[in-house]
């Protein structure tokens, strides 16, 4: 059996419907891998501090170096784990709106004082 012949609307719906889904899909496959680093950015955190109080009353030169490294790390994953969770693409909505209605709510402002006073 033949697939039904589409006209050139319908056919142009299909062809952005599909571009739609691999765009969702790629999006998807973008948030599992974002989701596996930041569990295994907050085991390795965990498994770090753990480590630091371990060393943090240790006097010895060695002891000390690892410390240091240990700290410098888990600052590392600190910025890691604050980046992810933080985008100017997630924020960049929110942040136009704020301006939008907050300019508006000025000028209203406005508006309503000129017209009592």
Do not use: C
């Amino acid at each position: 059996m033949k697939p039904p012949k589409l006209s050139f609307g319908e056919e142009n719906q299909h062809q952005e419907f599909e571009q739609a889904l691999l765009e969702v899909e790629q999006a998807l496959v973008t948030l599992k891998e974002r989701y596996n680093q930041v569990q295994a950015d907050r085991f390795r955190q965990t498994e770090l501090q753990q480590r630091l109080k371990q060393l943090r009353h240790s006097k010895l030169p060695e002891d000390k170096a690892q410390l240091k490294e240990i700290k410098q790390q888990l600052e590392v994953l600190e910025l890691n784990l604050e980046s992810q969770l933080f985008s100017w693409a997630s924020l960049k909505e929110p942040f136009w709106q704020a301006i939008r209605f907050g300019g508006l709510g000025v000028i209203i402002g406005w508006l309503l004082k000129s017209v009592a006073g």
